[in-house]
């Protein structure tokens, strides 16, 4: 019996100094400031330690680490067992696992030295130098979504262009034609055989060509950028011209408000068997437009956005010329400056009328984008505040040449007098709003396609048309009977007369970023 209970004796010690080994193996224990043995453990719920004088007591069947008390041990937890990760050195706690002690772990054992593992410091990418990206930010994540909101560098844009600007009105008919029944007044608006042929509105229909955009971002984050664009657009003409037989049929003539008699009247450029002539209309028009901006991007999943601040650069340039050409079938018909035109004569005049407007300004706007995997849809709006410096220029002569090979030239021609030509610049407030939209197809990570409608406004611009005075007193047409005399009103007169114009744009474009 002795011998049996000093076996049992025996053995419960080495069971003791084999776990106490173990224990201490595992980093479980650790000493108070007053040396005396103390175990942390540490579980999802919060910390437990064991100290003399706490009692070593297991939860009821089924608790939760939760309800134990702290100080007290649970047997058969242990946090090596259970897969529970380290608790870094740092914190303040020494020792591994988040459990409790494993069986045979008995508070007041003989402290052993602990050996606490320390992890490396957390590092932010500040810290690593790795590049920081600000929230919002693009990052190029590769995959099917090319071409995404700010993800290159840089970009240019190429295309197409289509446009149809307002046409342009005109304040008095230029041409007509009559009926030789109503004699010399023939041609005069307000005849009963009198028929407008070129008046109204002159009409340049489309024109064609190009816009080219490019834009670079100045940061790692794409949210800073600048960006420069223009349009150029082809020089349209419009054409218009009426002649008479040899004979001088049918009537052409040039319809005008003489001042001087207070009458409707006309210039003849043919009547039959005395004069055989015709008129010619010539229209050009020119335009072009640059801008430059600066812009601050944002960007989210499958978007983007940007304000624009920037300037604006636009130019019209438009022409309207009237040629009129008489030959004389019979003497003394029609007079130059008071002497009269033999038949073989020729009699020539113009009227010219060029506009120039220039806008200069500052620009704010702003546009959106949305992606998808292979098309985007993208609109914008912009509107410039600013200056247009309006031109006005007024030109036209008449020119005998007698059939001996003589010429004079007068100043003047009808509608283009002493009294109105010359040249005129004035400035104005102006403001130029537009707004677009374009669809896309992404063929490759850099390369895309285009489709987009732009419309286009330009408040007070001068045009051609808008200058015309036809109220003339015939006293400055070097062909009237009354050239030289002093009666009726001085006209015509200029006045700067402005309006507004639109312009509808339609655009196929190539796209590449890069």
């Known amino acids: 019996m002795q011998v049996g209970q000093m076996r049992k004796r025996i053995f419960c010690a080495a069971a003791l100094l084999c776990g106490a080994s173990l224990a201490n193996a595992q980093g479980f224990g650790s000493q108070t400031a007053t040396g005396q043995p103390l175990g942390t453990y540490f579980s999802n719920q919060g910390y437990y330690t064991s100290a003399p004088g706490y009692a070593a007591a297991g939860p009821a069947a089924g608790a939760m680490p939760s309800a134990m008390m702290p100080g007290a041990m649970m047997p058969g937890y242990g946090g090596a067992a259970m897969g529970y990760p380290v608790m870094p050195a740092q914190y303040g706690y020494t020792g591994y696992g988040y459990g409790y002690p494993m069986p045979g772990m008995?508070?007041?054992?003989?402290?052993?030295?602990?050996?606490?593992?320390?992890?490396?410091?957390?590092?932010?990418?500040?810290?690593?130098?790795?590049?920081?990206?600000?929230?919002?930010?693009?990052?190029?994540?590769?995959?099917?979504?090319?071409?995404?909101?700010?993800?290159?560098r840089f970009w240019i844009n190429a295309g197409y262009t289509l446009t149809w600007v307002q046409p342009?009105?005109?304040?008095?008919?230029?041409?007509?034609?009559?009926?030789?029944?109503?004699?010399?007044?023939?041609?005069?608006?307000?005849?009963?055989?009198?028929?407008?042929?070129?008046?109204?509105?002159?009409?340049?229909?489309?024109?064609?060509?190009?816009?080219?955009?490019?834009?670079?971002?100045?940061?790692?984050?794409?949210?800073?950028?600048?960006?420069?664009?223009?349009?150029?657009?082809?020089?349209?003409?419009?054409?218009?011209?009426?002649?008479?037989?040899?004979?001088?049929?049918?009537?052409?003539?040039?319809?005008?408000?003489?001042?001087?008699?207070n009458t409707l009247s006309r210039g003849l450029n043919s009547f039959p068997n005395s004069l055989a002539g015709g008129v010619r209309v010539d229209s050009q028009l020119s335009l072009f437009m640059a801008e430059a901006n600066a812009a601050y991007n944002v960007c989210g999943e499958g978007w983007s956005a940007a304000a624009l601040l920037g300037v604006r650069y636009m130019r019209l340039g438009e022409t309207l010329t009237i040629n009129d050409r008489i030959n004389a079938l019979e003497d003394a018909f029609i007079l130059f400056n008071g002497f009269p035109v033999l038949a073989g004569d020729v009699v020539t005049d113009f009227d010219r009328f060029r506009t120039t407007n220039n806008f200069y300004g500052?620009?704010?706007?702003?546009?959106?984008?949305?992606?998808g995997s292979w098309v985007f849809l993208a609109?914008?709006?912009?509107?410039?505040?600013?200056?247009?410096?309006?031109?006005?220029?007024?030109?036209?002569?008449?020119?005998?040449?007698?059939?001996?090979?003589?010429?004079?030239?007068?100043?003047?021609?009808?509608?283009?007098?002493?009294?109105?030509?010359?040249?005129?610049t004035r400035t104005v407030f102006s403001y130029t709003p537009e707004a677009g939209i374009t669809v896309g197809l992404k063929l490759t990570q850099h390369l895309a396609i285009s489709a987009g409608y732009t419309f286009t406004y330009w408040s007070h611009v001068v045009r051609p048309g808008k200058q015309i005075d036809g109220f003339?007193?015939?006293?400055?047409?070097?062909?009237?009977?009354?050239?030289?005399?002093?009666q009726g009103a001085t006209r015509p007169a200029f006045n700067f007369n402005d309006e507004s114009i639109y312009l509808h744009t339609l655009q196929l474009g190539v796209n590449f970023n890069y």
């Not at 030109?395 to 090979?405: D, E, L, V, Y």
């Open 106 to 152: 008995m508070a007041g054992l003989p402290a052993q030295p602990s050996v606490p593992m320390t992890l490396p410091p957390v590092m932010g990418p500040e810290l690593s130098g790795m590049p920081v990206v600000p929230e919002g930010a693009a990052i190029d994540g590769g995959g099917a979504d090319i071409l995404g909101p700010n993800k290159h």
């Open 168 to 261: 342009q009105s005109l304040a008095f008919p230029l041409a007509t034609i009559g009926a030789v029944a109503d004699g010399r007044s023939a041609g005069a608006l307000g005849q009963p055989g009198t028929l407008v042929i070129f008046g109204g509105n002159i009409n340049h229909n489309e024109q064609s060509g190009l816009r080219i955009d490019a834009g670079v971002f100045l940061d790692e984050a794409r949210v800073y950028s600048l960006e420069v664009g223009g349009n150029y657009f082809e020089q349209t003409g419009v054409n218009f011209a009426k002649e008479s037989d040899a004979n001088g049929i049918p009537v052409i003539a040039r319809p005008i408000f003489d001042t001087s008699t």
């Open 362 to 371: 500052g620009q704010i706007g702003g546009r959106v984008r949305l992606d």
């Open 379 to 424: 609109a914008h709006g912009k509107i410039g505040l600013g200056v247009t410096e309006q031109t006005v220029d007024i030109s036209g002569a008449s020119t005998w040449i007698q059939s001996n090979g003589q010429t004079t030239t007068l100043p003047g021609g009808v509608l283009a007098q002493p009294s109105n030509i010359g040249s005129r």
């Open 472 to 486: 003339v007193n015939s006293t400055q047409i070097p062909t009237s009977d009354l050239y030289g005399a002093t």
